[in-house]
């Protein structure tokens, strides 16, 4: 098969669990012998790059400003699709979403395929009118596309709840690489167990402010046992909540903001930790999430339903979403009792290993690829009265 995918901001994967939910299926995709295209935004990707591990990239510019850098790339690789032979378009998020239609229009022949990976409309970044076109954009990769797929269970219910529409679940994955090395960790001066990881875009959604309060306020008590804190990732159009958590943070040596982590930085970053830390006040299925599992580690986590589901009581603790004082009890518990976290990381590590393995998953991805075009096929055939 031919397959394009548009709405990711590019790949390899810098931040955001939609390139990176796009670079693990592509390049599985592409091991098995498809085609396979990713388009790209020249403020993410490299220019010269061109190629990356079997997967063609297409690069298309894109307007670069907090509302229109999706939405006008997305346009433009639309476009370009039209133009081009694909048997299967596979668009990412609700709001590259939007634009589908116009393959639905133009090429009737081609599989239109849209995942739906969270409910951006609720995230706090966004404007009124910016939240708008979201849940318009929600409606339309939930009614348009040949077939919908959703990250969680819980997205399919609220198609199925709002739009009578039936959707198919396929999560995102994790593929990790643990290691004893740690040559990386020594630029913080970390060692092993020594710190507490929490990995995301700096976003205020993301609830890393709450995280910083509880900690600030465990080592104001003197309960940190000498743990820090390492915070992993950038913003994206946040500027001002980067510059708000990092004024929060001002003065705390213990707390650690390393920037992106790639490769076997990252790899160190998780292998080494103590416990992972999820504050999400909104997610879809987090992709950081199911890594710390994979990597053995213990989940403190908000008990928001998405994150919920990925986990078992005995793998992890949860808090009152937006609660710093529950977090704190949380986070003190985890702190004074390594053998139980030791004890859940290992069970996390089986349930991930099990349940969200992106072999697994790109399989099912091909196989809604195939079903939707078989179908496809004998419809137009039978209006056709011809072979198509």
């Known amino acids: 098969m031919k397959i394009a995918f548009i709405g990711q901001k590019g790949i390899p994967a810098k931040s955001g669990g939609v390139e990176k939910h796009v670079e693990e299926i592509a390049t599985r995709l592409a091991q098995k012998g498809h085609e396979v295209f990713v388009y790209v935004r020249n403020n993410y990707t490299p220019k010269n790059l061109n190629g990356y591990r079997g997967i063609k990239l297409v690069h298309l510019p894109s307007i670069p400003t907090k509302h229109l850098d999706a939405i006008s790339h997305t346009f433009f690789a639309t476009i370009h ?11 990412q998020a609700i709001g590259p979403s939007s634009l589908s239609p116009i393959i639905k229009v133009f090429k009737r022949k081609t599989a239109l395929i849209a995942t739906y990976h969270c409910q951006d409309y609720f995230h706090q970044k966004w404007n009124w009118f910016a939240r708008t076109c979201l849940r318009f954009g929600g409606a339309i990769a939930s009614l348009v596309p040949d077939k919908t797929i959703t990250v969680s269970k819980i997205l399919e219910n609220h ?9 198919v679940v396929i999560p995102s994955g994790m593929d990790v690489f643990p290691t004893s090395e740690s040559q990386y960790l020594a630029k913080w001066n970390l060692q092993k167990n020594s710190y507490v990881l929490s990995v995301s875009r700096l976003i205020r959604h993301k609830g890393v402010h709450y995280l910083i309060e509880a900690f600030k306020n465990l080592e104001d008590q003197h309960l940190t046992r000498g743990k820090k804190l390492v915070i992993i990732g950038d913003g994206f159009h946040t500027d001002d909540y980067v510059k708000e958590i990092k004024d929060l943070s001002r003065g705390r040596e213990n707390i650690i903001f390393t920037g992106s982590q790639f490769g076997e930085a990252l790899n160190q970053f998780f292998s080494h930790a103590y416990c992972f830390v999820q504050p999400s006040e909104s997610e879809g299925l987090s992709i950081a999430l199911l890594e710390a599992m994979g990597y053995g580690k213990a989940i403190l986590s908000s008990d928001i339903k998405e994150n919920m589901q990925a986990l078992n009581d005995d793998m992890s603790v949860s808090f009152h979403s937006g609660d710093v004082y529950d977090l704190e ?4 518990f985890l702190i ?8 859940m990381g290992e069970k996390a590590m089986i349930k991930a290993q099990t349940e969200f393995s992106w072999d697994k998953i790109v399989d099912q991805t091909e ?16 209006q056709y009265g011809k072979n198509i």
Do not use: G
Not at 81 to 91: C, D, E, S
Not at 329 to 332: D, G, S
Not at 367 to 382: G, H, T
């Open 81 to 91: 699709a039209l133009f081009q032979n694909y048997n299967v378009i596979h668009y």
């Open 159 to 167: 198609i199925q709840n709002k739009f009578k529409k039936q959707a």
């Open 329 to 332: 009890e949380k986070l003190v």
């Open 336 to 343: 004074n009792n390594p053998a139980l976290v030791k004890t």
């Open 367 to 382: 196989a809604v690829y195939e079903d939707v075009l078989f179908k496809k096929r004998r419809v137009l055939s039978r």
